[in-house]
């Protein structure tokens, strides 16, 4: 496997379900990202790890709990969503963490909740 | 506020047509831009980036784009549209604070058609 992966490409949940959204990276880089993209709006980002640490939270609801456990893996919980949270979720990796380095994109999760 | 302008949602051209993607950012600092590709059911791919140097900047694909201070612009532009360049189109402005803080801010996207 080579790039970003992700996994499952799509998931249809209930608002009372618990899933997580797995994303891996297989690029050596020491940041991660997850972000929300929605029909004619803006990606949104998320999350930001670097070196395993959280170090951006974009007040994203506490539904959303984004988990790092080392710089190649990074996991976003979900529970109790809204339909409103229907989107595609992708994460990207970057060297380090911050606005200059370029990102690379997952394919990204389509999530729909009923 | 760092902001980042597509002023087209939506542009159909010709295949064999030239191309031209609209971008402006609005930030204060020497910007470091980025142009993206999202084919449908796809994740983001880098076409190029700017940081210094040069205005014009190559990028893969055929694609170029030119970064104008004067206007606080970043276009997009290929002299030939093939069929396969039809897909949503990402300006972006990476934002830089210093050490790890910073982050991307994208525009809403421009979708490109392409007619046969």
């Known amino acids: 496997e080579t790039g970003v992966t992700q996994t499952p490409r799509h998931l249809v949940m209930g608002m009372t379900n618990k899933k997580s959204l797995k994303c891996e990276q297989h690029?050596?880089?020491?940041?991660m990202y997850w972000y929300k993209q929605s029909a004619k709006k803006p990606l949104e980002l998320m999350f930001v790890?670097?070196?395993?640490?959280?170090?951006e939270n974009n007040s994203v609801p506490s539904r959303f709990s984004p988990e790092c456990p080392n710089s190649s893996h990074l996991f976003l919980h979900l529970h109790t969503l809204q339909p409103e949270d229907s989107a595609l979720y992708l994460c990207?990796?970057?060297?380090?963490?911050?606005?200059?380095?370029?990102?690379?994109f997952g394919p990204g999760t389509r999530l729909t909740v009923l | 506020a760092q902001s980042v302008t597509q002023p087209d949602i939506h542009i159909t051209v010709s295949e064999g047509a030239s191309l031209e993607l609209r971008c402006n950012y609005s930030?204060?600092?020497?910007?470091?831009l980025f142009w993206y590709v999202q084919s449908p059911g796809q994740g983001l791919q880098l076409l190029l980036k700017?940081?210094?140097?040069?205005?014009l900047v190559q990028g893969i694909k055929g694609f170029e784009a030119e970064f104008k201070r004067s206007q606080s612009s970043f276009n997009l532009r290929k002299p030939s549209v093939h069929w396969s360049d039809a897909a949503e189109y990402f300006c972006?402005?990476?934002?830089?604070?210093?050490?790890?803080?910073?982050?991307?801010?994208f525009g809403k996207g421009t979708k490109l058609s392409v007619k046969p």
């Open positions: 990207a990796s970057s060297q380090e963490a911050g606005g200059t380095d370029t990102q690379y």
């Open positions: 690029l050596g880089h020491n940041a």
């Open positions: 790890y670097n070196f395993k640490e959280q170090t």
């Open positions: 930030y204060g600092a020497t910007p470091y």
């Open positions: 700017y940081f210094s140097g040069d205005t």
């Open positions: 972006a402005v990476g934002l830089n604070y210093g050490g790890s803080q910073g982050n991307l801010i």
